[in-house]
């Protein structure tokens, strides 16, 4: 043990302090404020709502009647086939998605589809098939 943290563990068995400044004296009572701890968050799962499929439904009709998006109709469902559902089908319908927190999906813009000319990569001079021209 070196002397200074020998010092210090005396220090503070004592109630005193290395440290310039400090207006503490010896043997009086101190208390140290709690650590501020930011309460639990806790994510409660999204509350699903049954819907009884009827003659004349579409899934996209469905999705639309309820603001969701068709991918998620048909994930939260597990369809196979979103072409194929039947009458009396309990569908589970999620909550549409919150407008403030913003797009789940961004696109980039498109890009340009005419590419530069190839450049040849070589100084050589470039070979002339003949008959073409």
């Known amino acids: 043990m070196t002397v200074a943290i020998a010092l210090a563990a005396a220090g503070m068995a004592h109630g005193c302090s290395l440290l310039p400044g400090d207006s503490r004296t010896e043997g009086a009572a101190t208390t140290v404020p709690a650590p501020t701890v930011p309460p639990a968050t806790t994510t409660e799962p ?3 709502t049954p819907y009884t499929v009827v003659r004349g439904d579409t899934l996209i009709q469905i999705a639309d009647r309820y603001g969701i998006h068709l991918n998620d109709l048909v994930r939260v469902n597990n369809i196979a086939d979103p072409t194929k559902i039947f009458v009396g089908q309990i569908l589970m319908i999620p909550p549409p998605p919150d407008p ?3 797009p789940a999906l961004t696109i ?3 890009t340009d589809p005419i590419l530069p000319p ?3 990569t070589t100084t050589a001079p ?3 098939v ?3 021209g």
């Open 100 to 102: 403030d927190a913003g």
């Open 108 to 110: 980039a813009p498109a």
């Open 126 to 128: 470039p070979v002339t």
């Open 118 to 120: 190839l450049l040849p």
């Open 46 to 48: 999204p509350v699903l």
């Open 130 to 132: 003949p008959g073409s």
